[in-house]
């Protein structure tokens, strides 16, 4: 599992060893262990019910585990609470706000309560609002009238303000149209290098795009955890090639040493000339070119429109690891 180097003297920004919570007969979460590093952006993914809320709101410091360590910046959430949530800006998934207040009157007021200095709370509300693009659009707004975009970012700002350095987001772009969503992750990628950000979601694609490592939780356990190329190796097993051609399934095979399971997945767009939509999965071991198989299938007399290996995405990551686990426990 790679990770970031530390820039505060090899100590995590956020560490958690043998994490448990029961709720009743409910186990939330067992023995988790992870870090995050200064600087690091990891997404935190996982099935509904997986434990990642509860795992957050551990380090936030708003549910006490029944066993393990959490520490923020070196700090025990459990012992030095305080000290600890002074290093800590959190957002929970239902990012709970007051209506009646306008932007800059709440943001303002959540700083006088993290103790940021009186001198500083006006300079702070300001870089927090710019950082979130509220200044100049949503600053004397009432919050009950903004758009769930806007609110998401009032809830960042939130978590910002104090200048923390760390940031946990909890599903952060729920809810939000494509175009917040784009502005949610320029916003979070704006973060790296300088403050830790643990952020869970269900948006895959956005994990993929702003994170530089991942874990993934299932059923209360850590399942998986490393940069999106270091699970592509260890959870994808084969190679993916898409072919759109006149060749029969058998002659793909074939070209390809008959080291391939092919299936037709449709006729192309039009069905000209019989072409059809193949997927040919290759053992991820196997040494095959996709240039030979076209080549093979033009000499043999068949017409190739298109054939390209399909990249393994997160989503196909997350379904393989998870899988596993529940194999796992069958």
């Known amino acids: 599992m790679s990770s970031a180097?530390?820039?505060?003297?090899?100590?995590?920004?956020?560490?958690?060893?043998?994490?448990?919570?029961?709720?009743?007969?409910?186990?939330?979460?067992?023995?988790?262990?992870?870090?995050?590093?200064?600087?690091?952006?990891?997404?935190?993914?996982?099935?509904?019910?997986?434990?990642?809320?509860?795992?957050?709101?551990?380090?936030?410091?708003?549910?006490?585990?029944?066993?393990?360590?959490?520490?923020?910046?070196?700090?025990?959430?459990?012992?030095?609470?305080?000290?600890?949530?002074?290093?800590?800006?959190?957002?929970?998934e239902n990012n709970p706000l007051p209506e009646e207040l306008r932007v800059i009157e709440y943001l303002r007021w959540r700083a006088k309560l993290k103790n940021v200095p009186r001198r500083e709370i006006a300079a702070r509300t300001e870089a927090a609002m710019e950082a979130c693009d509220l200044a100049r659009k949503a600053r004397r707004k009432l919050i009950g009238a903004l758009s769930k975009g806007f609110r998401q970012r009032v809830g960042i700002a939130d978590a910002l303000i104090a200048e923390p350095d760390v940031v946990i987001l909890d599903e952060p772009t729920i809810g939000l149209d494509p175009h917040q969503i784009l502005g949610i992750r320029s916003l979070i990628r704006s973060l790296r290098g300088r403050k830790a950000v643990l952020i869970s979601s269900h948006i895959l694609p956005e994990i993929e795009n702003v994170c530089d490592r991942v874990i993934i939780i299932n059923g209360g356990r850590i399942v998986a955890a490393g940069t999106p190329q270091e699970l592509r190796g260890e959870f994808?097993?084969?190679?993916?090639?898409?072919?759109?051609?006149?060749?029969?399934?058998?002659?793909?095979?074939?070209?390809?040493?008959?080291?391939?399971?092919?299936?037709?997945i449709a006729a192309e767009s039009g069905g000209e000339g019989g072409m059809r939509v193949f997927e040919a999965r290759v053992p991820a071991e196997e040494e095959i070119r996709g240039e030979s198989i076209v080549e093979a299938l033009v000499r043999g007399g068949f017409a190739v429109r298109d054939f390209h290996e399909k990249r393994p995405t997160l989503e196909d990551i997350f379904i393989a690891a998870t899988k596993r686990s529940y194999d796992v426990k069958e």
Not at 13 to 25: D, M, P, W, Y
């Open 5 to 92: 180097k530390s820039d505060s003297g090899g100590v995590p920004a956020i560490e958690v060893r043998h994490l448990s919570k029961t709720f009743g007969n409910v186990r939330a979460i067992s023995d988790v262990s992870f870090a995050v590093q200064p600087g690091e952006i990891v997404g935190f993914l996982g099935p509904n019910g997986a434990g990642k809320s509860t795992t957050m709101r551990v380090l936030a410091g708003l549910t006490q585990a029944d066993r393990g360590v959490a520490r923020i910046c070196g700090v025990s959430v459990a012992t030095e609470a305080l000290r600890a949530k002074a290093r800590l800006g959190y957002m929970p």
């Open 236 to 264: 994808i097993r084969a190679r993916t090639f898409r072919a759109a051609t006149t060749a029969p399934a058998e002659k793909i095979a074939e070209a390809a040493g008959g080291r391939v399971s092919v299936e037709e």
